[in-house]
């Protein structure tokens, strides 16, 4: 795939063509791409279409019901109301400021006059406390998109995801503890809201910037309430991911794409949709200037080996299901290596994944059989980049700096260094505000296809021949030795 200064721009009612027989899942079946990712787009929806093919472990278990509110999503239930637990940026809830559209603002944008344009950031969201950390976790893995499920499984979803994240939870704990006790992704994300508002303000475009979270506070379902009632006209959607992947943006824009359909000003707003944007040069130059700058507080620059570490994914989401990660991935760290190799800077590089979780294989190299290889083949000097996330979390302040730092320095690596993430460098978000201009002209208002969805879903018949070989194919594997151990050896 060759190299593109844009993103990837896409009118949303192009993206995602509705499949009937996949009622949660929607596929993007137009390659109506302007960019150099058509191929992407076109392989994402062929994948897609696998998805429900793949073999995911399956297991029954029993569990109590869980607290989770009409959404599906669990929250604390002691938890405050997004509208109470305001942010400093905010007016009002997980909206960056207010409304600003005085005639005086609006400025020689003509194309946005009379508009009121919101942009809303997607991101993961994270546990505020070390209380939050199993109800996040289930929310987590309840997600389709991160433990995928055969069709015939899916209703052992939100089960599995309750004896998964009640497993997970002590481990991912002790990681939240370590730093600090929580996550500070709503924190950055904020602040990243109020930096793209205003550099927006600075380009005579002024916006709303709302946040949506996929696994915790403020959802994106509340953000999307909050846009209801700001009476926006039109919307950009912007996730804080650069590259894409079914589990992070591909997940959040199926939630979002579900409340619209189901809602008549919702599916009538023009929305534009930025899939992806590693390779805008905006985000190329940034890393390099970041990877640059941290390369010479080491004594020799020349010898450190950069050392590119993303967060993995399952093997199945890139060969069954098509996700143009890893391509995206790989094309991304070419476009630093050869904007750092523009400015001079030659040094050797490598990428590997982190983060795995489960039974299953992940995309590899696994960095930390990459970090113990590279000791032993004596590189002495290593600056590790993060390059999945534009803001710091767990992986970065916990796996990375404690976790693979340790390892790395047991294994012979004498000097290491960490570029920090992205957070809000101006020249970042400066890229990310030309991304949103960008996206205002193609925004379309989307297409429903609600009546066909739900007749399906709602078929009584396919619903029980599901139930009864769902149960049985659910029982074999309960018993079966085999994933039993693989459950409790592996999975946490
Ligand atoms: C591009 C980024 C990410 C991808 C791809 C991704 C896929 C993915 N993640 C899990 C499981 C977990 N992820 C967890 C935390 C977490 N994940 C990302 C990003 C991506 N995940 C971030 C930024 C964070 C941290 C949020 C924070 O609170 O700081 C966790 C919880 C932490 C832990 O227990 O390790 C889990 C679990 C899967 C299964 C998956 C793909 C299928
Ligand atoms: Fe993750």
Redesign the pocket.
């Known amino acids: 795939m060759s190299a593109t200064s844009g993103s990837d721009v896409l009118p949303r009612t192009k993206v995602f063509g509705s499949n009937p027989y996949k009622s949660d899942r929607r596929i993007p079946t137009s390659c109506s791409y302007t960019r150099s990712s058509m191929t992407v787009s076109c392989h994402l929806s062929e994948g897609l279409e696998d998805l429900d093919k793949s073999t995911s472990k399956a297991l029954a278990i029993s569990c109590s019901g869980s607290s989770d509110k009409g959404n599906g999503l669990v929250g604390r239930s002691s938890h405050c109301s997004p509208i109470e637990k305001r942010t400093p940026v905010g007016q009002t809830f997980c909206s960056v400021g207010v409304c600003a559209y005085g005639e005086a603002d609006i400025g020689s944008n003509s194309h946005i006059r009379e508009e009121k344009v919101g942009v809303l950031l997607l991101n ?1 969201g ?2 505020e406390t070390l209380d939050d950390v199993q109800p996040f ?1 289930f929310n ?1 893995f309840a997600d389709p998109d ?1 433990i995928r499920l055969p069709r015939l499984f899916k209703f052992l979803q939100r089960p599995l995801a309750k004896l998964i994240s009640v497993f ?1 939870a002590p ?2 704990k002790e ?1 939240y503890a370590a730093i600090g006790g929580g ?1 500070p ?1 709503r924190k950055i994300t904020d602040e990243q809201a109020n930096a793209l508002k205003i550099a927006l303000e600075a380009k005579n475009t002024p916006v709303n910037v709302y946040v949506g979270m996929r696994y915790w506070y403020p959802f994106t379902e509340e953000a999307i309430e909050q846009i209801k009632r700001d009476r926006i006209t039109k919307l950009v959607v912007l996730p804080l ?1 650069p ?1 894409f ?1 079914i ?2 943006t591909g997940s959040s824009i199926r939630v979002l794409e579900s409340v619209f359909r189901e809602d008549a000003y919702l599916s009538e707003l023009p929305v534009s949709i930025i899939k992806s944007w590693y390779q805008r040069q905006g985000y190329v130059k940034s890393m390099a200037d970041l990877i640059e700058k941290e390369l010479k507080s080491f004594s020799k620059p020349e010898e450190v080996m950069i050392f590119f570490s993303a ?1 993995g ?2 093997v199945s ?1 890139i060969e069954d299901a098509g996700d143009p ?1 890893k391509d995206q991935m790989e094309e991304c760290i070419y476009l630093i290596m050869q904007e750092l190799k523009a400015r001079g800077t030659n040094n050797e590089h490598t990428l590997c994944y982190q ?1 795995r ?2 039974p299953v294989q992940w995309l590899k190299p696994y960095t930390d059989e990459g970090l113990v290889e590279l000791g032993q083949k004596g590189v002495k000097s290593l600056l590790a980049v993060p390059v ?2 534009v803001s710091e ?3 970065t302040l916990e796996e990375i700096d404690m976790e693979y730092k340790h390892l790395a320095l047991e294994s012979g690596i004498e000097n290491w260094g960490r570029v920090p993430a992205l957070g809000c460098t101006s020249s970042f978000i400066t890229d990310l505000a030309e991304a949103v201009i960008e996206a205002l002209p193609s925004a379309t208002a989307m297409s429903t296809s609600r009546t066909i969805s739900k007749a399906v879903d709602n078929d009584p018949m396919q619903y029980v021949i599901k139930m009864f070989f769902g149960s049985i194919l659910a029982f074999v594997l309960l018993l079966s030795p085999k994933a039993v151990l693989a459950f409790r050896n592996r999975l946490f």
């Open positions: 993961l994270g546990p976790l987590l991160i997970r481990k991912s990681g996550s992704l991911y590259q992947s589990s992070t967060h994914v399952p989401y990660y983060s979780v489960g999945s996330f979390h767990i992986e």
